[in-house]
């Protein structure tokens, strides 16, 4: 019988070891998963991993990674402080919505003008508006103890419909046609997101996510606030001790990930996405939860696993044109990246023992005291 | 010996890297109460474990009454007649006595059966109980009522007692004492563990010094003075804490409380507590936990808020500041639990030096943390407490009981507070540690400040407070100094033995 006990202290190498360990198990079970489907497991596997880096049309896919990598990014970063301190944003998929609305109103209310202040304008209504939608949650949590995760999560559903209202009534280009959906914002000079070295992909997003994986690793080490949200997170009692107010973390917590997210929803509309269309919403906020857990919830983490989760979405995209996988296969070998990811979690908190099975484990509690010694 | 219930011969234990038992032999006798000594982390816990069935020994022989005793369950060692008393008791709250009873029971008669033994049991060795009432409802003293009666149940003849004394007031100590002394007439071998020297001196016949997982010594403890035992038990002398002049009396308060309540959502609270401290005075507060200690602490700190005026600091009304900010003030606090409160168990000494010194040790430049300068007043904090530490990178949980202790009393120290209010200074702290505790608070009273020490060791109270004061169920008892005060008049002022009654046995007589 294999019982787990629980290490002295968490084991730092294994800690960093097991993004690795998951990402190789999830390699391993796509492939069985890809086998079972009829398709050649190693081409799946090399196609999604391979190509899109070094195959012959690397030149372009490099780039769709770094466009794909960019939101995540910076939403993970933004979540990652919540995550470490307790409070469980799962609606940044909602505050990404509204961000890219307020922006995209903001910038369409002064349509024509041209102007290079209307670009940064947009920026500050997208990350003010994912701000506002996830401070629905937080002051629901702060005043009333509502669940934020129900709150947050619900408020993604409002906020589709939300979307879907405005690319077909106040936001639908009066030139369109009666098409759904606003006008192109990559067309109009003023708000348009483009590459800004050509073939890189890298966009304002992309400039945005590295400041934000640099301010967040900063804010993270250095300030007083990484540290209380450290500390909310694993000892609340200590925090409460140390003078942490739980209410301003959470709300702190709930700005950042919803700016950031909104401000992702802006980048995008403004640039890859170019309108505000009723499929707009494409799962980043969704996604960025699985980077930032796979990402130990550390910006530096974060930037690599969302590059990683950026090329299984590319690579996939590639598996499915060329092997005909279906989409759905695409998801679930995403998600069986954070499910490893969780379960090899365990190995870096706890260790493995070999016990010959006792008859006797009693469950008496007069037997209980020896696990709490 | 072959009057020995239990034999153990050579008995060894190790866990990687730490001999916990190295060649213990030891004999019980039947009919008699033997005492187990050490400091924490002497291998006394491992050895009753091992009695017990809870840690299976590498070498050595266990020997119960003549028969081979090798139990690999607490089950199997119950069944040999083996009963043990946890210092944690191990209680459903939600559920009644008897049902917690039951449980810990191999087939269970009826409840209403239980309950019928129960009551017996309880009325044969004065340990009133309930059975119907649900557990959340008894004190501290009560539960404990509940372990020694579930052993008894199962008629034990070795019965293994850990720490019995440390939730319980002088009162219901003596009536402990008198059921366990009946026991011991009947022919019960009882093991009793505790680090109160006086208690063990009243009560045992017999007593086994462990040290460092070796049997060290064994004397007789009604002939060997206290303190002979506690250099026996540290390996060394003993340094006895040095009280400072008396502060005078006519210095003002810097701390005043006044009118304070508080409810709490587990019952309790505190209801119109009222003290004042003076600049280098020692006030003790005593008392059971749970009747008011914790919330005492929580308002003191700032972690719960009271009327502005309900707290006072030099005058300054403070009840409504938050903790960083009755910090900057000069008030400050050492919560009883170490890991989890007054420190976080997986962050390093260098962040937990951050945690609480933040603000008077100026460990915040331009809005950032200054890590270096956090990382020298840990280290500052290892070196003046002695605290044994790989280094201020170690995290909090890697040190023990004690060492962590005196870290967290020296950070508090360090920041010369003006007023420090500490709880639980010693528990679960071994014999040197705690004499250095109790002497870093003298020296910081003799040095001008106010200490507030709330405790429930009354030995630790009698030896370095000034006054006296008594928390229970929420109320506090004014203030008298600790100089001609007598166990009886603290036990008085502790509200008695909460209607415990002595054993009224045949053997209530003698046990009296």
């Keep these: 019988m294999i ?122 209504a997208g990350t003010l508006g994912g701000l506002v939608w996830a401070m629905i949650p937080a002051l629901l949590r702060v005043r009333f103890g509502t669940n934020e995760i129900l709150v947050s999560l619900m408020l993604v559903y409002v906020a589709s419909n939300l979307l879907a209202w405005a690319a077909l009534g106040p936001l639908r280009n009066p030139e369109g046609l009666g098409f759904p959906g606003s006008r192109n914002l990559r067309q109009w000079a003023s708000s348009a997101n483009l590459e800004l070295v050509p073939g890189t992909g890298l966009h304002w997003g992309g400039v945005a996510a590295l400041g934000a994986v640099a301010a967040g690793w900063v804010l993270l080490a250095r300030h007083p606030f ?5 500390l909310m997170g694993q000892a609340p009692r200590a925090a409460a001790f140390a003078g942490v107010a739980p209410s301003r973390v959470v709300v702190l917590c709930m700005a950042l990930s919803g700016g950031l997210a909104g401000a992702a929803g802006l980048f995008e509309v403004t640039g890859p996405a170019g309108q505000v269309s009723i499929d707009f919403a494409a799962g980043y906020g969704f996604t960025a939860i699985i980077v930032a857990f796979l990402g130990r919830l550390h910006p530096g983490g974060i930037l690599l696993a969302g590059l990683l989760m950026a090329l299984t979405y590319v690579g996939g995209e590639m598996a499915q044109q060329r092997l005909n996988l279906p989409a759905a296969a695409i998801s679930l070998f995403q998600g069986m990246l954070l499910f490893f990811l969780l379960a090899t979690d365990l190995l870096a908190t706890h260790r493995p023992r070999w016990r010959r099975a006792a008859p006797s484990a009693s469950p008496l509690p007069a037997a209980a005291p020896e696990e709490a010694r | 010996m072959t009057d020995a219930l239990l034999t153990i011969r050579g008995l060894t234990k190790t866990y990687p890297g730490v001999v916990a038992n190295a060649d213990v032999s030891l004999d019980v006798r039947a009919a008699s109460v033997h005492a187990l000594l050490g400091e924490n982390g002497a291998g006394k816990s491992t050895l009753v474990k091992a009695i017990y069935g809870l840690v299976r020994p590498d070498r050595g022989t266990m020997t119960l009454a003549g028969r081979p005793h090798a139990p690999s369950s607490p089950r199997e060692a119950r069944a040999a007649g083996i009963g043990m008393v946890f210092q944690h008791f191990s209680l459903f709250e939600a559920l009644s006595v008897a049902e917690n009873v039951a449980l810990g029971m191999e087939d269970p008669p ?119 035992m506690a250099e026996m038990m540290v390996g060394g002398s003993l340094r006895i804490p040095a009280r400072a002049a008396p502060a005078p009396a006519e210095s003002p308060p810097v701390l005043e409380v006044e009118g304070l309540s508080l409810a709490s959502p587990r019952g309790g609270g505190l209801r119109d507590v009222s003290f004042a401290v003076r600049a ?82 100026g460990l915040v430049r331009r809005g950032f ?144």
């Design chain 1, 3 to 124: 019982v787990w006990e629980r290490r002295p202290a968490p084991s730092r190498a294994l800690a960093w070891a097991t993004p690795v360990l998951a990402v190789a198990l999830t390699v391993l079970a796509g492939g069985v998963l890809f086998a079972l489907l009829g398709k050649d497991p190693v081409l799946a596997i090399r196609t999604i991993f391979w190509e899109p880096l070094f195959g012959p049309f690397a030149g372009y896919l490099r780039g769709q990674i770094a466009i794909k990598a960019a939101p995540l990014i910076l939403i993970a970063v933004g979540l990652s402080f919540g995550f470490r301190a307790g409070v469980w944003n799962i609606g940044a998929e909602g505050q990404y919505i509204v961000g890219a609305l307020c922006g995209a109103a903001a910038g369409l209310a002064l349509w024509p003008a041209e102007t290079r202040w209307i670009f940064p304008l947009m920026v500050l």
């Design chain 1, 226 to 230: 990484g540290f209380a949200v450290r």
């Design chain 2, 110 to 228: 009826p409840l209403r059966d239980l309950g019928a033994r129960i009551r017996d049991v309880s009325r044969e060795y004065g340990l009133p109980l309930d059975p119907g009432r649900p557990v959340r409802d008894l004190s501290a003293g009560e539960r404990q009522r509940v372990e020694i009666v579930r052993c008894l149940l199962g008629r034990p003849r070795l019965l293994i007692m850990d720490e019995p004394t440390s939730v319980l007031t002088p009162q219901e100590v003596a009536i402990l004492f008198a059921t366990l002394r009946q026991l011991r007439a009947e022919g019960v071998a009882i093991l009793y563990i505790s680090h109160k020297l006086e208690e063990i001196r009243a009560l045992c016949e017999e007593a086994t010094i462990l040290r460092a997982g070796r049997v060290v010594a064994t004397c007789d403890p009604r002939e060997t003075p206290a303190r002979r």
């Design chain 2, 280 to 361: 280098g005075e020692v006030l003790g507060i005593g008392g059971v936990a749970g009747n008011g200690q914790e919330e005492l602490l929580l308002a003191l700190s700032g972690e719960r808020r009271t009327a502005p005026g309900a707290i006072r600091l030099r005058g300054e009304a403070v009840g409504a500041l938050d903790p960083s900010a009755r910090r900057a003030r000069g008030l400050l606090c050492a919560p009883e639990e170490r890991n989890g409160h007054a420190a976080a168990a997986d962050m390093t000494l260098t962040e937990n030096a951050f945690l609480s010194a933040r603000v008077r040790a």
């Design chain 2, 369 to 512: 943390v200054d890590w270096a300068a956090a990382r020298r007043f840990a280290e500052g904090v290892i070196r003046a407490f002695d605290v044994r530490a790989p280094g201020p990178e170690a995290t909090a949980r890697q040190l023990s009981g004690g060492n962590l202790q005196k870290f967290v009393i020296g950070r508090e120290i360090l920041q010369k507070p003006d007023v420090l209010v500490v709880a639980q200074p010693t528990w679960g702290v071994d014999a040197a540690a705690a004499a250095a505790i109790r002497q870093a608070l003298l020296d910081l009273a003799a040095g001008g400040a106010a200490v507030v020490v709330v405790s429930q060791d009354l030995d630790e109270l009698m030896e370095i407070a000034d006054r006296f004061a008594a928390l229970n169920e929420g109320r506090l008892s004014p203030a008298r100094p600790v100089a001609g005060l007598s166990v009886e008049e603290i036990g008085l002022m502790l509200g008695g033995a909460h209607g415990m009654e002595v054993a009224h046995s045949r053997h209530a007589g003698a046990a009296a």
